[in-house]
């Protein structure tokens, strides 16, 4: 279960007391002798309240600061709730300059023969682990936790990093019955918010009067400062739920998002990023500029790579497949180089940014006309509006007069037309200089095939046969993924669990090491599961192990896009021989169900002859992204699909 990260905004629950003392420390009897979150008993645990006060401060060091204020008040349920009581604060750290957190307090309370009992956290329980090179996690576990226990804990975030108070979370994996937030910036503050998709809050804006007071670099600051103000209150919160197909759910989880454009304070005025130019400028700049300009280092080893190379896929291909295997990466993210292109090519290792940033300096170098394209990969997140930390990878576009080719070479089993997975996300802001740029779609429009053969005899009771299937383009990515270093045994046992009704007696495995080829799968099995005798008459599951059981789209409503990511055909055929002397009783039907302006298509078809049957189910869908307001239409079109494979081939023997 997921522990809760409070870079982000906790949230709280099911309300169930009129005048409930929301203070730290004022915790009650009457929370205390809860028994099960009201709004849903299933739950382990549930967020009573949640407090976050955001504000901007002055400090010696670093100036003006972004101040934190947390608190929560959770409720524990059942055991598997304790999870939820172990906290995660990330903190940013870049060389000398670094978030803290200071003012920690953590309390649980339990009820003992009527009367509550406090347990402190011990001070010596909390400690830093290196989640990344740029961040370090401070992580507790709140002591003494039993089903029943409240939990409550505050602490104060200070950043130096005033540009991005990140997100305030207003939804969790459990639910929440009251959040407040209070969001403050200086008049001179230019500040931009953004409402994630879905999120139905109260807000309300205005503006209010405070004092700043400290020192920036020795220099005494008061001010009366008129601030605008964001205050955030959210009630009965539902959970947010994994639903499948949907990239990274944190994209869909209600929140609010603000970005300082630009501070105007006395004489100094000072913009940030604030157009995707403004972005693109900034990270040829910072982080390529440099890097593009090295040149020859690579000189002998280029020489030797096109020796005999004439068409420019063939060029592509060797510089691409070489860049994959030269060097290799250590997945940091970001786009900003960290040792430098040369020093990356000469060890052979070196972040994300150097390993493509070598790829494109190796192209140009041939006569391939390369650049840097700045991505968000599925994990960080949609780029909702521009900004620097919008993207935190780069890769290689190629334009050529078939269209833009993307490249990314951090990934073995990338290919010249197929990014990794985690690159398909929406958009990029491909960089050709200082002054040019423009964004380029990153989901692909060539089709994925994914073909099943399966041939079978059935001798009135069990089946005995071969399937073949055959996978190219994403499929064959995302199979090779799963299999290409696993050892003949440990294949075999994952096929056998992908099909647990069979009784697999051979299998073989091909081009899991080829990017380029047909990736392929073919085994023999035998079986006695899809077919059953009732009053005299033997009913057979036409698609065997190919059937789809149940619809994968199960919530009647959904609120964020349904993401299949890259156009796809998946065509079964299936083709049975029924025993001599087996007389059909009937078939089924052949259909076409059609979804959207043939976005989705599917067709189901029968052929028999004599005692040959053929079933041919083909599925295709032809975009990567399916709206919200499309789903209802979506999960009808699955329900038909699924109905129809249900449908039985009778005989009578």
């Not at 500029?289 to 060029?315: A, H, P, S, V």
Request: aromatic share 14%; net charge positive; proline share 5%.
């Amino acid at each position: 279960m997921k522990k809760i990260l409070l870079l982000i905004l906790l949230l709280p629950v099911w309300q169930w007391m009129q005048g409930q003392n929301y203070k730290f420390g004022k915790v009650s009897v009457a929370e205390l002798k809860e028994k099960s979150c009201p709004g849903d008993p299933s739950v382990p645990a549930a967020v009573l309240y949640s407090d976050a006060n955001v504000y901007i401060d002055v400090s010696s060091k670093y100036g003006f600061v972004l101040k934190k204020e947390y608190f929560v008040r959770l409720k524990i349920y059942k055991k598997e709730g304790f999870d939820y009581a172990t906290v995660e604060i990330p903190l940013y750290w870049h060389n000398a300059t670094r978030e803290s957190v200071d003012g920690l307090k953590a309390v649980t309370y339990n009820l003992v023969s009527g009367k509550i009992q406090k347990t402190k956290l011990d001070n010596a329980k909390v400690y830093y682990e290196k989640t990344s090179d740029y961040i370090k996690t401070k992580k507790f576990t709140l002591p003494n936790l039993k089903p029943g226990s409240v939990v409550e804990w505050k602490y104060t975030l200070t950043s130096p990093f005033i540009r991005f108070s990140g997100e305030v979370d207003l939804q969790y994996d459990i639910p929440a019955n009251k959040i407040h937030a209070l969001i403050s910036y200086p008049e001179w503050f230019r500040v931009r918010y953004f409402l994630k998709r879905g999120t139905d809050v109260n807000l309300k804006q205005y503006t209010s009067r405070r004092k700043l007071s400290g020192y920036i670099q020795n220099v005494r600051v008061i001010e009366d400062v008129n601030e605008n103000v964001y205050e955030i209150t959210a009630t009965d919160v539902p959970a947010l739920h994994e639903e499948p197909y949907a990239g990274n759910m944190e994209n869909f989880r209600y929140g609010i998002k603000f970005e300082v454009a630009g501070i105007e304070y006395k004489n100094n005025v000072k913009y940030f990023s604030v157009t995707w130019d403004d972005v693109a400028k900034y990270a040829y700049t910072r982080a390529f500029r440099d890097e593009l300009n090295r040149k020859m280092y690579f000189k002998k080893d280029l020489d030797q790579l096109l020796i005999g190379t004439k068409t420019l896929e063939d060029k592509l291909k060797k510089i691409f497949e070489f860049a994959k295997h030269k060097i290799k990466s250590n997945g940091r993210d970001g786009f900003f180089p960290d040792k430098g292109v040369v020093t990356a090519y000469a060890k052979g290792a070196g972040d994300p940014s150097e390993v493509n940033l070598n790829l494109i300096n190796m192209l140009n170098a041939a006569g391939i006309k390369a650049y840097p394209v700045l991505v968000s990969t599925i994990d960080n997140g949609i780029p909702l509006f521009p900004s620097t930390q919008a993207f935190n990878h780069v890769i290689a576009g190629v334009p050529t007069n078939q269209g833009l080719i993307l490249l990314d070479a951090t990934d073995p089993y990338a290919s010249l037309h197929v990014l990794p997975t985690k690159d398909l996300n929406f958009f990029g802001l491909l960089v050709e200089n200082i002054d040019k740029s423009m964004k380029v779609d990153l989901f692909p429009k060539t089709d994925s095939k994914d073909l099943y053969d399966v041939n079978v005899s059935f001798d009135g009771t069990d089946f005995s046969g071969v399937s073949i299937r055959k996978m190219d383009n994403y499929f064959a990515y995302k199979y090779r993924k799963k299999l290409a270093q696993k050892h003949t045994e440990e294949r075999s046992k994952w096929l056998q669990n992908q099909y647990p009704d069979l009784d697999i007696l051979k299998s073989r495995f091909n081009g899991l090491r080829k990017p380029y080829a047909i990736a392929s799968e073919m085994f023999q099995f035998e079986t006695d599961a899809y077919a059953e005798e009732i009053g005299g008459k033997t009913y057979i599951s036409p698609l065997l192990h190919l059937r789809m059981k149940k619809n994968p789209f199960a919530s009647p409503e959904r609120k964020f896009p349904v993401f299949f990511n890259f156009p796809r055909s998946i065509i079964k055929t299936v083709n049975i021989t029924l025993p001599q002397g087996a007389k059909v009783v009937s078939v089924p039907g052949d259909v076409k169900f059609v979804f959207g302006d043939n976005t989705g298509i599917y067709q189901y078809k029968v052929i028999q002859n004599g005692n040959k049957i053929q079933i041919q189910s083909i599925y295709q869908m032809s975009v990567p992204v399916v709206p919200a307001k499309d789903y209802k239409e979506l999960r009808e079109f699955f329900d038909k699909i699924v109905k129809k494979q249900a449908e039985k081939i009778v005989i009578q023997q």
